[in-house]
């Protein structure tokens, strides 16, 4: 606090104190909401990417599955 007051007693003017304080909380307000935003926005994007992962899963087993088959079937037809 002794700083700020020496900063602000050997400044020419301290009127514009005020108004640099109430941007630098709103810049501060904004950042954190913004951050906050991010977050959600990744956990739902990391969710979203878990649940196609799975699906992508189930597909490549199915295709594989299918392949073992067929390579079964054309084995015992032969």
Not at 1 to 9: D, I, P, S, V, Y
Not at 25 to 35: D, K, N, P
């Amino acid at each position: 606090m002794n700083t700020l007051t020496a900063l602000a007693q050997t400044s020419q003017t301290t009127e514009w104190t005020p108004l640099v304080v109430m941007i630098m909380m709103g810049a501060l307000a904004l950042v954190m909401g913004l951050a906050r935003l991010l977050r959600r926005v990744l956990g739902m994007l990391t969710r979203i990417l878990l649940s196609a992962g799975a699906a992508m899963t189930g597909i490549a087993t199915m295709l594989a599955l299918c392949t073992v088959m067929t390579t079964v079937l054309l084995v015992y037809v032969r």
